[in-house]
């Protein structure tokens, strides 16, 4: 790693206690811990980093499982004889398209159509 690079500790308390340093003087406070702006900074934009990488693979899995379902539903439709089962599979599509729809996934579920 570079010299330059800034590592910074797992946790945010670990970074608060890394980075923090006391108004013992109480110039600027009654004597509480202070970080400066700039590093708080970095911090928030290190933390926030990881859990946007966290979180973006549990949401594409989420979103393929989503298009998958739903595409599933829509081909087979017209399999269900019974017309309470297939007010209740239209019922769970509505569902599903809400998901579609505040995702932005219309253009997957199209690919998904189209390859059947």
Known sequence: MPQDMLEFPKTFEAFISTYK???NKEVYTNGS????????LQ???????????KYSKEIT???RV???????MLRNLSDFKDPSITSEV??????IYEDIE???LHEEV???LLKS
């Open 21 to 23: 340093f006391n108004d």
């Open 90 to 95: 239209l019922v769970k599509l509505n569902d």
């Open 61 to 63: 899995a989420r979103n």
């Open 43 to 53: 911090g928030w934009h290190h933390f926030s980093q990881n859990l946007q990488n």
């Open 102 to 104: 505040s995702f932005h």
């Open 66 to 72: 989503i298009v998958e379902l739903y595409t599933l």
């Open 33 to 40: 811990s202070l970080i400066p702006v700039f590093r708080v």
């Open 110 to 112: 199209d690919n998904r």
